[in-house]
Nanobody
Framework: QLQASGGGLVQPGGSLRLSCAAS????????MGWYRQTPGKQRELDAA???????DYTDSVKGRFTISRDNAKNTVYLRMNNLKPEDTARYYC??????????WGQGTLVTVSS
């Protein structure tokens, strides 16, 4: 239902842009966003954006990550700058509809290492 892409290996201080496209059969999407997960830990919300464009970030990524979306394409993006080794994780996108249903992407791996 959601297809994420854009992960990879990057050096500390580098940048990546993640993309996540929701399929056309998901209607009335309200919030979209990105979580991260590392082995043995629960998923943690990094950034979220409403259909109106309001954004929210966890403190650790403020000033480094920027979330945006294209409502016409049902796509959400996460621009990640000044990446740190502790940002290494699998990143999952989600889309939540106005009726309360939540859909998840398959996850894309980001590795920050020299």
């Amino acid at each position: 239902q959601l297809q994420a892409s854009g992960g990879g290996l990057v050096q500390p201080g580098g940048s990546l842009r993640l993309s996540c496209a929701a399929s056309e059969n998901i209607f009335s999407i309200n919030a979209m966003g990105w979580y991260r997960q590392t082995p043995g830990k629960q998923r943690e919300l990094d950034a979220a954006i409403s259909s109106g464009g309001s954004t929210d970030y966890t403190d650790s990524v403020k000033g480094r990550f920027t979330i945006s979306r294209d409502n016409a394409k049902n796509t959400v993006y996460l621009r990640m700058n000044n990446l740190k080794p502790e940002d290494t994780a699998r990143y999952y996108c989600y889309a939540r509809t106005r009726s309360g249903s939540t859909f998840w992407g398959q996850g894309t791996l980001v590795t920050v290492s020299s």
